[in-house]
């Protein structure tokens, strides 16, 4: 089975702090891709990858920036965390003919 | 990306067929139409696409209408645990170019599946 591990469940961070958000996949994909969820609005896609060191922006990049070194990780970066990116943030991959597979979701909390 | 429409919520009784509508009059001809679902707390997770014939599987039915125009999930003998959001999205198989790898989740239908 396709394998999506995100490294945190549950984050709280202080804000200001820099947050690193990380994502392995094991099924070889060449898209990754990075969301959030909040009630009400659904997912909404902050940035994807489509191959190692290339990146796009979704539709709500600002205050975001991501890192693909290696075609198994995509890393989602909060520079200086704040109040409003508290969120259910979700990471998903998938190969050109495949659908996506998402990972369990990371709950951060920014106090 | 084609959009779609989809009900807030819907209610369906344990053991009934749960029918999830989709609107999707925009498709182009090379778009298939996707299912998923997201249980709370958890990832969404893939149910099952076509792109004109009917489909089955394991988790489920797809009906697409022959303009192509609307779809209906089909949850055949749906359990509590069939309790989530639903997503219907429209998009190519297979693309290519940056511009077009973007996967669009709008709202969803959340199901509640009552005992």
């Known amino acids: 089975d396709v394998k999506v591990t995100q490294s945190s469940r549950y984050l709280v961070k202080r804000t200001g702090e820099k947050v690193f958000l990380e994502c392995v996949q094991d099924m070889d994909h060449e898209n990754m891709f990075w969301y959030r969820q909040d009630p009400g609005l659904g997912l909404r896609l902050i940035y994807f990858s489509y191959d190692v060191k290339m990146k796009e922006k979704g539709d709500i990049p600002e205050g975001y920036s991501v890192s693909r070194e290696k075609k198994e990780r995509f890393s989602l970066i909060l520079e200086s965390a704040s109040t409003n990116q508290t969120s259910m943030y979700l990471c998903?991959?998938?190969?050109?003919?495949?659908?996506?597979?998402f990972g369990q979701g990371t709950r951060l909390t920014v106090v | 990306d084609a959009k779609t429409t989809q009900p807030t919520s819907m209610d369906c009784a344990e053991g009934r067929a749960a029918n999830l509508p989709c609107n999707h009059s925009?498709?182009?001809?090379?778009?298939?139409v996707y299912w998923y679902r997201q249980i709370h707390s958890q990832g969404p997770q893939y149910i099952i696409h076509g792109l004109k014939n009917n489909e089955t599987n394991e988790m489920a039915s797809l009906i697409i209408t022959e303009d192509r125009k609307s779809s209906t999930l089909i949850l055949p003998h749906a359990t509590l645990r069939d309790t989530a959001v639903y997503y219907c999205i429209v998009r190519p198989r297979s693309y290519s170019g940056a511009g077009s790898y973007q996967l669009t989740f709008g709202k969803g239908t959340k199901l509640s599946v009552i005992p």
């Open positions: 998903a991959s998938k190969a050109l003919n495949t659908e996506a597979f």
């Open positions: 925009t498709i182009s001809g090379n778009e298939y």
